[in-house]
């Protein structure tokens, strides 16, 4: 049973570019949500992705925008990269009718340095 | 608002023994989840344990066990028997709605000695 996966493993990108992160949920789940964690700290919530349609966002600006496909996989795109962007960029997939609906899975996440 | 504390940045445990990690949460909802993580260097975050508020008995998995304490708003992970593969980061989150949005506080270091 594949688990979370993301792509790429790691980025290293300049300052005004765009970033594009992928990721692919756990077979069964249809919910996937992104978290941002910088350096010693814990992940921030950047949105979630349910039926194709963004369902919740956290506090992140606009530059941050996603896509969910119809086979549940989902994509983070990051435009106008500031230095700050460098972060694990981090995964989750849960099921939306599970009984542990809460309950999320992470992938390996997606290590973006911005220079 | 709601809020995750993790108030021991760096915990050192030696082997075989059982260590407990404090987490305190924040909260005006009657409903919510509260996890434990854990991210070993590589990274991922491994789950490890989910407790919900109106589970009367205290979540175990394994090696794993949840103290739960609703009226002091505390979910301390508690580790039995530490294994040098426990060395890691330990994350305490809560979700506090259907959609399921992880708040997570800062996290505490484990460091297991043999």
């Known amino acids: 049973d594949a688990g979370v996966t993301q792509s790429p493993t790691h980025l290293i990108k300049t300052r005004g570019q765009q970033v594009t992160l992928r990721c692919s949920p756990k077979?069964?789940?249809?919910?996937v949500s992104w978290y941002q964690q910088a350096l010693g700290q814990g992940p921030q919530f950047i949105f979630q992705y349910y039926e194709e349609e963004e369902r919740q966002r956290g506090n992140f600006p606009d530059r941050f925008s996603g896509h969910q496909f119809p086979n549940y996989s989902s994509e983070l795109n990051v435009n106008a990269l500031l230095l700050g962007d460098s972060a694990l960029y981090l995964c989750a997939s849960s099921f939306a009718g599970g009984l542990n609906f809460y309950e999320q899975y992470f992938g390996p996440g997606t290590r973006l340095t911005v220079t | 608002a709601q809020k995750i504390t993790q108030t021991q940045p760096g915990m050192f445990v030696q082997e075989k023994e059982a260590v407990t990690l404090d987490c305190t949460y924040d909260?005006?909802?009657?409903?919510?989840?509260l996890f434990w993580y854990k991210q070993p260097s590589s990274g991922e975050m491994i789950f490890l344990i989910y407790?919900?508020?109106?589970?009367?008995q205290n979540a175990t998995e394994g090696r794993y066990s949840l103290n739960f304490q609703k009226a002091r708003k505390s979910a301390n992970l508690v580790i039995s028997a530490s294994q040098l593969g426990d060395s890691a980061m330990y994350f305490c989150?809560?979700?506090?709605?259907?959609?399921?949005?992880?708040?997570f506080g800062q996290g505490t270091e484990l460091s297991v000695k043999p």
């Open positions: 909260t005006s909802d009657q409903s919510y989840g």
């Open positions: 077979s069964g789940h249809d919910t």
């Open positions: 989150a809560m979700s506090y709605n259907q959609g399921g949005k992880l708040i």
């Open positions: 407790q919900g508020s109106y589970d009367e």
